[in-house]
């Protein structure tokens, strides 16, 4: 298989017809849609670009806290944390929880919300 | 429905109902905004009025937890009459009418939208007195008669909307961690309901009309519920409608000592801006919940549009919120 275009230029490209040739011609409730759609297409790159790392240093995070066999997936992994959560078993006094959920979260952030004023106030 | 013809003469038919043989309705608009609503500008020689109806002018009732636009009708004209800025209740629609469930009000100007009531410099003299307005008007709110309101409101205090809105979180089946420790701190952190008052339920930038001057009107009161008067306090304070203003924590324009003090004269209580912090951890993980309610719409089919999928992905905006909001109850 080869990939010229990647999947990223691929989605760059789409993008760019978005914003530079169809949304200029658009009106109202479609015009607004396109803006939506740029956005999207926007958060798929930074998804491609971040989540590989992000959900590979999330799981090793998920398996020091909760010391499970490591051929879990994320997704696993975060239901267990959920109930355990739930069950009243880990709490926000839990050590390392809290630190876990939030570098989760900001990573989570970037991806889909760089700018949100949250994520600044989490780094400060 | 009928044609657009049918719904012109319906209109004309309305506009002679309500203002005499000589009105004469000249041109109507469809304005923006508003999924659950329809919103008409209806323009006549001397009149400038509003309608709001139900979609397509169907009678159905769209959202579970909206109270109809006939109750809504109903509770505007009792806020008025407690003093609260609102729009005149010209006529609640009725089957004659043939436009489905609504009513016509006067239309008052001003800006809704968020960004250029934070940002533009029209709006600095209104920002500055902005946070007092709105602690008069959710006094003056909750200081309307619970016994005249209508009977379709539910009574929904913090912990029935926990537990409504953890059951909607469950139903979903995709666990997210910062909701689930979201869920169990409110729990084990609640304080005793304040006495029951009429909440607005939904009052933010976005459904306050605002002008140079300030508040002109409070719109949207189809969420209003009985309950803890904190919630209305907390809600304007929910940092996703501060609108990337979070250093002011009522609305991105103000201070919430500035609401409360204006507010707690009013009402006699004495509340700080510590009593709000609960509430508006609960606020963020409910607009988390609504964000998971608008994607569940595209990811069952129901709503197929690229906003209800793009929705999905403000569900973290509220999980940072959550964990800022518990890091600042830990410290």
Sequence with gaps: MHDQPSVPELVQAVKNFIDETASPNLKGHAAFHARVASNVLATVLRDLDQRPEAETSEKARLLALLSGPPEQSVEALNRELSAQIQSGAMTSETPGLLEHLKTTTMAQVEIDQPRYSGLEAAKS | ?331
């Design chain 2, 1 to 331: 429905m009928g044609s657009n013809n049918d719904f012109e003469n319906a209109l004309n038919a309305l506009f002679t109902r309500v203002f005499g043989e000589k009105a004469k309705l000249e041109a109507f608009q469809r304005l923006s905004g508003g999924a659950s609503q329809e919103t008409w500008a209806l323009s006549g020689s001397e009149q400038q009025v509003i309608l709001r109806r139900s979609p397509g002018g169907t009678d159905a009732v769209v959202s579970s937890a909206a109270i109809g636009l006939a109750a809504e009708a109903k509770l505007i004209e009792s806020a008025g009459a407690a003093g609260v800025p609102v729009p005149g209740v010209l006529h609640v629609l009725d089957d004659a009418d043939g436009l489905g469930d609504g009513f016509l009000m006067s239309r008052v100007y001003g800006e809704t939208i968020a960004r250029p009531i934070l940002r533009n410099d029209e709006f600095e003299a209104a920002r500055s007195v902005l946070a007092a307005q709105c602690g008069a008007a959710l006094a003056d709110i909750h200081a309307i008669s619970t016994d005249s309101v209508p009977s379709v409101l539910p009574l929904s205090d913090g912990l029935a909307q926990i537990e409504k809105y953890e059951e909607i979180y469950r139903s979903f089946d995709a666990p997210r961690p910062v909701f689930e420790l979201t869920l169990q701190w409110l729990k084990a952190n609640s304080s005793k309901p304040l006495p029951t008052v009429l909440v607005h339920g939904d009052f933010r930038l976005g459904n306050l009309m605002i002008d140079e001057t300030g508040l002109v009107a409070v719109l949207d009161w189809e969420l209003a519920h009985l309950g803890d008067p904190r919630e209305d306090i907390a809600w304007i304070c929910v940092n996703s409608w501060r609108f990337g203003q979070s250093q002011n924590r009522v609305g991105g324009f103000g201070d919430l000592a500035d609401l409360l003090s204006v507010y707690n004269e009013k009402t006699g209580l004495s509340l700080t801006t510590k009593d709000i912090d609960w509430w508006e951890m609960l606020g963020s993980l409910k607009w988390g919940i609504m964000c998971m309610i608008m994607y569940e719409a595209y990811r069952s089919g129901a709503d197929a549009s690229v906003e209800r999928a793009a929705i999905g992905r403000r569900v973290s905006e509220t999980e940072m919120d959550l964990i800022n909001l518990l890091e600042a109850a830990h410290a």
